[in-house]
C-alpha cells in the first residue's frame, strides 16, 4: 500500500501538524508549535519511563503512517486492512 511507510519522524510533517493543531483548537501557529512541542516531549518522557525505550525507534512498530495525505477516515481503513491482512497469515 503507498499509504504505509516506515518512518522515524511524526505522522505527518511538522507543517501538516501546525495546520491540524491550529484548525482543531481554533490556536494560532505559534501556540500549535508549542502544543506539538509539549505532547511530543511529554510521550517520549512517558515511553522512556515506561518502556525504556525511545517513540522514535521504528523497530516498535508494525504500522506508522504519515497523515500528510490522509484523512482520519482513510487511515482507518489501511488500519483495518492491514489487521485483515495480518490475522490472514496466522
Known amino acids: 500500500m503507498s499509504y504505509v511507510e516506515r518512518e522515524q519522524t511524526h505522522p505527518g510533517t511538522m507543517e501538516h501538524r501546525i495546520q491540524r493543531v491550529m484548525r482543531r483548537q481554533n490556536v494560532s501557529e505559534q501556540e500549535a508549535r ?20 525511545s517513540r522514535y525507534d521504528t523497530r516498535n512498530y508494525q504500522l506508522v503512517l504519515s497523515m500528510d495525505d490522509l484523512i482520519e477516515d482513510d487511515a482507518v481503513e489501511v488500519i483495518m486492512t492491514y489487521i485483515e491482512r495480518s490475522n490472514a497469515s496466522l
Open 34 to 53: 508549542d502544543i506539538i512541542a509539549k505532547v511530543d516531549a511529554s510521550r517520549e518522557t512517558y515511553i522512556q519511563k515506561y518502556e525504556n525505550t
